[in-house]
């Protein structure tokens, strides 16, 4: 009898153990970790520029809900309209989440990625920052679930694609043009957005044919000014035929796309003969879309195996 009961506690333990082994890691992680994801856009008094971004978290909801490793997602807007990003955490903290991975919709390096989202989340104390954005109430909230920052789009070759993209939508004959990037710039970091704008650039010159390619900028820091813009296209027209203008700016804001921008074409003498322009945005793309997903899964994966 003892003989039956021992050799039953063995086969049954051998079953478990079995088990046990044959469980994935990830499986065994999942009941450890909660993750969520929270797609953090500027924002903008302009519901047309608001609404490019939900439509983005729409689609990235929808196709990261299948996904076993992350349990929700969400989107927030670092100031000027809601839901704000100290909102969005605080729901992930209601809802039991151990890990917020922000994956921030910004083109480049800028003091808000680098401090505004950083300082908001609790990752970062910057005296001066907390200062600025308790004068402009902008609400911070240091978060109980672990908070993971992921890189900005030009991390990816996204940009590339889709400004060659549009560039090609203008384009009718690539000997006789020339293209014109215009985006917001940052005084701090205008290093790395020259750098990305000339990379795009020459990307555009490699894969279009057209030869010439310069940028200007429309942010604060040219004063929201449409000088630039008519400058870079003057320079273009000087041994080009035609100037292809092409926002580099996430999405649609009339003040930018048409007041700017559109300013800054309509000051160049025969502009309707020499230059093309579409007051569009990076935004819908779906590689954008392919591009959240992969980052919110390559980190998820990673806080997994950690």
């Known amino acids: 009898m003892y003989t039956s009961r021992f050799k039953y ?37 302009s519901a047309e520029w608001n609404k490019a971004l ?17 349990s929700g997602f969400k989107t927030a807007f670092m100031e000027a309209t809601t839901p704000s990003v100290a909102d969005a955490l605080k729901k992930f903290d209601n809802e039991g989440y151990t890990d917020v991975i922000i994956v921030p919709i910004f083109l480049t390096l800028s003091s808000h990625v680098y401090e505004d989202i950083p300082v908001i989340c609790g990752l970062k104390n910057i005296p001066k920052t907390v200062k600025r954005l308790h004068e402009e109430g902008t609400e911070i909230y240091k978060p109980k679930a672990k908070v993971a920052l992921a890189p900005q789009l030009d991390f990816s070759d996204v940009l590339q694609h889709n400004v060659l993209r549009r560039v090609k939508v203008l384009s009718t004959t690539p000997q006789e043009e020339g293209v014109v990037l215009v985006g917001y710039g940052d005084q701090e970091f205008m290093k790395n957005w020259t750098d990305l704008f000339k990379k795009v650039g020459d990307y555009v010159k490699d894969k279009s044919g057209i030869d010439k390619c310069t940028y200007a900028w429309c942010g604060h820091i040219v004063h929201y000014s449409s000088d630039p813009t008519t400058e870079a296209i003057t320079d273009v027209l000087k041994s080009k035929k035609s100037a292809l203008v092409i926002p580099v700016l996430v ?15 309509d000051a160049v003498p025969y502009a309707s003969d020499h230059v093309k322009y579409k007051a569009d945005s990076i935004l819908p793309d779906p590689e954008v879309t392919h591009w959240v997903i992969d980052i919110s899964q390559k980190i998820s994966r990673h806080i997994l195996q950690n």
């Open 251 to 265: 999405s649609t804001d009339k003040t930018f796309q048409t007041t700017i921008i559109g300013g800054g074409i």
């Open 54 to 70: 939900i439509d983005l978290g729409e689609n990235v909801s929808d196709s990261l809900s299948t996904n076993q490793h992350i």
């Open 9 to 45: 506690i063995v086969f049954t333990l051998s079953i478990v153990f079995i088990a046990l082994c044959s469980t994935s890691v990830e499986a065994v992680y999942k009941t450890n970790h909660k993750i969520g994801i929270l797609m953090v856009g500027h924002g903008s008094r």
